[in-house]
């Protein structure tokens, strides 16, 4: 193995140099951004934006949702989002293909099932018609999700 001065940090067989160093800490960090890593996140929004259509912002997947949902006298329609990983209602095979495929990618970092449901009052009705959709990888973490545009829909269902 080389060897290793103050300014190189060896990594597996290879040595990287502070500068290097460096580039890899602010490509990690979102304030950082340089133009090389604007130009990867730039990437992965139109990659997924030509895989799978509009990118959405969250406020507008849970208002498409909702709206799917016919309307009910004396009800407001609404949406619910639940995490993949403990949603406990059936997925089709079609729509768990198109997760494998979403995962496959690696340009998503989260996914959730989005389905449609009555408020009236205090009183909740649960409709069908859930929506599996996923969030960029490249979102900003720290940054509240209702007005950035960071999701896709993979599949909605009956």
Not at 128 to 137: F, G, K
Request: hydrophobic content about 45%; charged content about 25%; aromatic content about 10%.
């Amino acid at each position: 193995m080389a060897e290793v001065s103050n300014a190189h940090l060896a990594v597996g067989e290879s040595v990287v140099g502070d500068r290097e160093r460096a580039a890899i800490i602010r490509a990690e960090l979102p304030g950082q951004r340089t133009e090389r890593t604007e130009r990867a996140h730039c990437t992965i929004r139109s990659e997924a934006q030509l895989r799978y259509g509009q990118i959405l912002s969250w406020r507008a997947v849970l208002d498409a949702v909702a709206r799917v949902a016919p309307r009910r006298l004396f009800f407001f329609r609404d949406a619910l989002a639940t995490k993949l990983e403990v949603y406990r209602g059936p997925i089709p095979d079609e729509a768990l293909l198109a997760f494998d495929e979403a995962q496959r990618t690696g340009l998503f970092s989260s996914y959730w099932i989005v389905t449609p449901r009555y408020e009236s009052l205090g009183a909740r009705l649960a409709a069908s018609d859930p929506w599996l959709v996923a969030q960029l990888n490249d979102a900003d973490a720290y940054a509240p999700g209702f007005h950035l545009s960071n999701y896709v829909v993979l599949a909605h269902w009956d």
